[in-house]
């Protein structure tokens, strides 16, 4: 089982997710912006980081990248796709997922162990959690503000397509306390902590994160 | 030379955090003016001679797919000379 994760100019998780990958089970595969080549992948990520330097606005120079015209595709014909911080600014630019992520209504950048709730566990990278399962993982984003209109927000909720919400005080004013998202079909999902720095206590606060990563791997073997 | 200008702002139901820093900024340095404060973008576009009406048909192109995300901003081309 074959992950690749995407590597654009300015990605700097592109490692700790590759790691997680196969620390999960699964065979982690780089992939390079420049390449309209994905090797062969079962499930790709899009990692965090800052990818051409947050230009124009988080994501919308990336979204063009050419990797991204054969992710794209993929993904509406059901391939899991994880956007990761600057990695679910790329999915709403590119309109796999709906809404936009701004900047924090505070104007911090926030850097800190973040405890979310998962509310979906359908999705594609959400299976090995339970509905209700608080996790505790990093938050570090300067634009994780997830913002859209009335029509979008009531069609997320009532469809259930909120996968993860931020527990107690809202870290960056996201509409709801939303921390992440999935597309109707599941495969597709955006979250702005980052599960990737916490799958083993030797390295991250927690091995909450873990779960998104041998949650696709059981989507995979479906 | 005519420049083709593109103002982007976000829409008025989006969360403006910096338009609120600036507007919370002014009063401190005396400035009372202000009943509210929205920041946005502006692109300045320079091409040969005036603009042509196709040209400016393919900033408005290039303002929708890249310059503006629609799903949070509007945006307006026109000309300056």
């Known amino acids: 089982m074959k992950v690749g994760v995407v590597t654009f ?14 620390h999960a089970g699964t065979t982690a595969v780089s ?61 709403c630019e590119a309109h796999l997922l709906p809404g936009a992520l701004t900047r924090n209504h505070e104007l911090h950048f926030l850097c800190r162990d973040q405890k979310i709730e998962i509310t979906n566990n359908q999705s594609a990278w959400t299976s ?3 509905v209700g399962q608080e996790i505790i993982i990093p938050l570090k984003n300067g634009e994780g503000s997830f913002q859209c209109d009335d ?4 069609a997320l909720e009532s469809e259930g397509r909120i996968i993860a919400r931020y527990v107690g005080e809202n870290p960056n004013g996201s509409r709801n306390k939303i921390a992440g998202i999935t597309n109707e079909r599941g495969n597709i999902v955006g979250l702005m902590p980052h599960p990737e720095h916490a799958i083993d206590t030797l390295t ?3 091995a909450d994160g873990l779960g998104f990563f041998t949650s696709v791997l059981n989507a995979m073997v479906k | ?59 408005e ?3 929708k797919t890249l310059l503006a995300n629609p799903v949070i901003e ?8």
């Open chain 2, 74 to 81: 509007t945006f307006k081309v026109s000309v300056e000379k």
């Open chain 2, 1 to 59: 030379m005519a420049k083709i200008v593109v103002d982007v702002m976000l829409k008025p139901e989006i969360l403006d955090p910096q338009g609120s820093a600036v507007s919370a900024a002014l009063p401190r340095l005396g400035f009372t003016f202000a009943k509210s404060v929205r920041q946005g973008k502006r692109f300045e576009i320079e091409v040969d001679g005036d603009p042509t009406p196709a040209q400016l048909a393919e900033v």
């Open chain 1, 9 to 22: 100019p300015g990605t700097l998780d592109d490692r700790d997710a590759a790691r997680a990958a196969n």
């Open chain 1, 31 to 91: 992939l390079w912006h420049g390449d309209a080549d994905l090797k062969g992948v079962d499930a790709v990520i899009l990692p965090g980081g800052f990818s051409y330097g947050d230009y124009l606005r988080c994501g919308a120079i990336s979204r063009f990248a050419p990797v991204m015209e054969k992710v794209i595709a993929a993904a509406k014909g059901g391939m899991p796709l994880l956007g990761i911080c600057n990695g679910f600014q790329v999915l």
């Open chain 1, 151 to 154: 029509a979008t927000l009531a």
């Open chain 1, 128 to 130: 090995s959690y339970e």
């Open chain 2, 61 to 63: 192109k290039a303002a």
């Open chain 1, 204 to 206: 991250g606060p927690t």
